[in-house]
């Protein structure tokens, strides 16, 4: 029901000049959903398209996402340490385009230079520099400064945000110590203060709004080693985020989400408070970790369901809030060495969230979920170098905590399978890997899928992964 294409490209250069060391890593990613059209969409009903024919559907929805981002890092000695620089650039562009012109309509909008029916592009400058010092006298640590800088220009035919530019600014440190080699505690706290400007907008209502925040959150934690193969730690950390601009202002058709979404100028930013626990036992064979979490969450910003739909695109309307809210959870893993050639896993994961104020579920949670495993590493065949065969089963139980108006989702378990292996080449080894999610082709919904409403979530899934390591030097 869903087409997709996707290019990746990435490059990696790394310099030794006399004063440190410098990296630069640049990575370009496109990718381009064509989603199928909602049920009740105008067009279809209308016009009494047969959508088990694709020529006679008309242009589907579709989203392109464009991510580049390029990043030089510096590492850069000094006494008791080392500087890190940190400098990164990245270009967001977001297209959407509904299901309202023909193929050919679609082709003469190109032509003639038309805007789309929607587009984001954000330009996003990040900075940071930092001091490492070493752990002298069982103390280390770090300390810096971070900012950054947003501009969002809307540029489609319809406005779902606004224009809007943020600053962001801070400072950090966080320090650890040692005192014992079983024990070590760990502190650290930052400042900020950000600025959010949104340009005034007549087709979402939208006044000229400057909102500015300040900030202090910090965090705590210790580790404990009573023995050789067992540690247990814990931390409690005050977090705070702001609301973004699509939480403050989207008012419209998200047409890659399926969703109306509708936001809230008069969000306040969130306060959290987190308390963790961790136990991790690691055997010569055997490994265990387990977790939990309590998260109580002053303001919780999230995105909920309502009663209405849409008229013009039959999409149900998705607001964003707040409340006070509770998270908690935890999740278990284990991995089992049964052989040399053969190794076990199995794990655990849950989360629950409620709505303080109301005393309900919050909507939008994962479910239940248990997984199991078993790889085979095999002896070298022929030609083929590490080959191995995996087998991976998941089971997603039945989603019963939800909120209003969110359907519930059955249970369901899904099988997948990979294999590969090292093929050596002139210089170097080529890994192939060949993957394979859901074997068994089975239909399921995905709880927090975007299309659970209309749509199944994707069926047999095959892929194959072709590595070849290379370098660019010289000799001296």
């Given at each position: 029901?869903?087409?997709a294409?996707?290019?990746?490209?990435?490059?990696?250069v790394?310099?030794?000049?006399?004063?440190?060391?410098?990296i630069f890593?640049?990575?370009n990613?496109?990718?381009?959903?064509?989603?199928?059209?909602?049920?009740?969409?105008m067009e279809?009903?209308?016009n009494?398209?047969?959508?088990s024919?694709?020529?006679?559907l008309?242009?589907?929805?579709?989203?392109?996402?464009?991510?580049?981002?390029?990043?030089?890092d510096a590492y850069?000695?000094a006494?008791?340490?080392?500087?890190?620089?940190?400098?990164?650039?990245?270009?967001?562009?977001?297209?959407e385009e509904?299901?309202?012109?023909?193929?050919d309509?679609?082709?003469?909008?190109?032509?003639?230079?038309?805007?789309?029916e929607?587009?984001?592009?954000?330009n996003?400058?990040d900075?940071?520099?930092?001091?490492?010092?070493?752990?002298a006298?069982?103390l280390?640590?770090?300390a810096?400064?971070?900012?950054?800088?947003k501009?969002n220009?809307?540029?489609?035919?319809?406005?779902?945000?606004?224009?809007?530019?943020?600053?962001?600014?801070?400072?950090?440190?966080?320090?650890?110590?040692?005192?014992?080699?079983?024990?070590?505690?760990?502190?650290?706290?930052?400042?900020?203060?950000m600025?959010?400007?949104?340009s005034a907008n007549?087709?979402?209502?939208?006044?000229?709004?400057?909102?500015?925040?300040?900030?202090?959150?910090?965090?705590?934690?210790?580790?404990?080693?009573p023995?050789e193969?067992?540690?247990i730690?814990?931390s409690?950390g005050?977090?705070?985020r702001a609301?973004?601009a699509?939480?403050?202002f989207f008012?419209?058709?998200?047409?890659?989400a399926a969703?109306?979404?509708?936001?809230?100028?008069?969000l306040?930013?969130?306060?959290?408070?987190?308390v963790d626990?961790?136990v991790?036992?690691?055997?010569?064979r055997?490994?265990?970790?387990?977790?939990?979490?309590?998260?109580?969450v002053?303001?919780?910003?999230?995105?909920?369901?309502?009663a209405?739909f849409?008229?013009?695109?039959?999409?149900?309307?998705?607001k964003?809030?707040?409340?006070?809210?509770?998270?908690f959870?935890?999740e278990?893993?284990?991995?089992v060495?049964?052989?040399k050639w053969?190794?076990?896993n199995a794990?655990?994961?849950m989360?629950?969230?409620?709505?303080?104020d109301a005393k309900?579920?919050?909507?939008?949670?994962?479910?239940?979920?248990?997984?199991?495993?078993?790889?085979?590493?095999l002896?070298?065949?022929a030609?083929a170098?590490?080959p191995?065969?995996?087998?991976?089963?998941?089971?997603?139980?039945?989603?019963?905590h939800?909120?209003?108006?969110?359907s519930?989702?059955p249970?369901?378990y899904?099988?997948?399978?990979g294999l590969?292996c090292?093929?050596?080449?002139k210089?170097?080894?080529?890994?192939i890997?060949l993957?394979?999610?859901n074997?068994?082709?089975?239909?399921y919904y995905d709880?927090?899928s975007?299309?659970k409403?209309?749509?199944?979530d994707p069926?047999?899934?095959?892929?194959?992964?072709c590595?070849?390591?290379f370098?660019?030097?010289?000799r001296?």
């Amino acid at each position: 029901n869903t087409g997709a294409g996707e290019f990746d490209a990435g490059l990696s250069v790394e310099g030794d000049p006399s004063w440190g060391r410098l990296i630069f890593n640049a990575t370009n990613y496109f990718q381009k959903y064509q989603i199928s059209p909602e049920p009740g969409r105008m067009e279809i009903e209308q016009n009494a398209f047969d959508t088990s024919r694709y020529d006679t559907l008309p242009a589907m929805p579709h989203q392109e996402i464009l991510h580049t981002r390029g990043n030089l890092d510096a590492y850069i000695p000094a006494d008791f340490g080392h500087w890190n620089l940190d400098l990164t650039y990245q270009l967001n562009s977001r297209k959407e385009e509904g299901v309202s012109e023909s193929r050919d309509a679609e082709m003469q909008k190109k032509k003639l230079k038309l805007k789309p029916e929607a587009l984001l592009i954000l330009n996003d400058i990040d900075f940071e520099s930092k001091y490492n010092w070493n752990g002298a006298y069982h103390l280390g640590g770090s300390a810096g400064v971070s900012g950054s800088v947003k501009i969002n220009s809307t540029e489609g035919q319809k406005a779902i945000v606004p224009d809007f530019s943020s600053l962001n600014g801070g400072a950090f440190a966080f320090a650890t110590l040692s005192p014992a080699p079983v024990l070590k505690f760990s502190l650290g706290g930052r400042v900020d203060e950000m600025q959010l400007s949104a340009s005034a907008n007549d087709q979402l209502e939208i006044k000229k709004t400057t909102k500015d925040y300040t900030t202090f959150t910090g965090s705590g934690g210790l580790a404990f080693t009573p023995l050789e193969f067992l540690e247990i730690s814990g931390s409690v950390g005050r977090g705070w985020r702001a609301p973004v601009a699509a939480e403050l202002f989207f008012n419209g058709a998200d047409e890659g989400a399926a969703r109306y979404k509708v936001g809230d100028a008069s969000l306040v930013p969130e306060q959290s408070l987190n308390v963790d626990g961790t136990v991790k036992v690691s055997a010569a064979r055997v490994s265990v970790e387990g977790s939990i979490f309590h998260n109580n969450v002053d303001h919780y910003i999230y995105l909920a369901p309502t009663a209405d739909f849409d008229s013009a695109t039959a999409l149900r309307k998705y607001k964003y809030t707040q409340a006070d809210a509770e998270l908690f959870g935890g999740e278990f893993a284990t991995q089992v060495s049964v052989t040399k050639w053969m190794i076990l896993n199995a794990g655990l994961d849950m989360v629950r969230g409620r709505n303080v104020d109301a005393k309900k579920d919050l909507p939008l949670i994962p479910a239940d979920r248990v997984t199991g495993g078993v790889k085979f590493t095999l002896q070298n065949i022929a030609i083929a170098k590490h080959p191995y065969l995996q087998l991976t089963g998941r089971y997603f139980a039945k989603q019963e905590h939800i909120a209003d108006f969110e359907s519930v989702t059955p249970s369901y378990y899904l099988f997948d399978a990979g294999l590969g292996c090292e093929l050596p080449l002139k210089t170097r080894d080529m890994t192939i890997d060949l993957l394979a999610e859901n074997l068994l082709n089975r239909a399921y919904y995905d709880h927090l899928s975007r299309y659970k409403e209309y749509a199944l979530d994707p069926g047999l899934d095959i892929e194959l992964k072709c590595s070849v390591p290379f370098g660019i030097g010289h000799r001296k």
